[in-house]
């Protein structure tokens, strides 16, 4: 059985930062790893994938501000948000995905196993 747990959503100001958290209850060489958000009212939308090798994707809308990486145990990966805006405010979600495809999808239909969420919440 797998099980996913995130942490480190909170409230920051515009142009703040936050890390959230998500550790997997099984070791991840065998999945993909995502990151999604859902802001009230719109559908649940991609932030980045991770396969075990490191090898990374983002959305655009998260490209250069966020960061996506996994500790050396493979148990624990990080999203590392920086320059925040409003409009990244939404409930933040870790996913899991198995089999691992020739690429982690950004698309959250394609992932088997997720996270209650975090909330993450920036003002203006």
């Known amino acids: 059985q797998v099980h996913l747990a995130e942490s480190g959503g909170g409230s920051v100001e515009a142009g703040g930062s936050l890390r959230l958290s998500c550790t997997i209850s099984?070791?991840?060489?065998?999945?993909?790893m995502g990151w999604f958000r859902q802001a009230p009212g719109k559908e649940r939308e991609g932030v980045a994938s991770l396969d075990s090798a490191g090898l990374t994707r983002y959305a655009d809308s998260v490209k250069d501000r966020f960061t996506f990486s996994q500790d050396k145990a493979k148990t624990t990966v990080y999203l590392q948000m920086d320059s925040l805006k409003p409009e990244d405010t939404a409930m933040y979600y870790c996913?899991?995905?198995?089999?691992?495809?020739?690429?982690?999808?950004?698309?959250?239909?394609?992932?088997?196993?997720w996270g209650q969420g975090t909330q993450v919440t920036v003002s203006s």
């Open positions: 099984v070791e991840m060489s065998s999945f993909c």
């Open positions: 996913a899991a995905k198995s089999p691992v495809p020739w690429v982690c999808p950004l698309s959250h239909s394609d992932y088997n196993y």
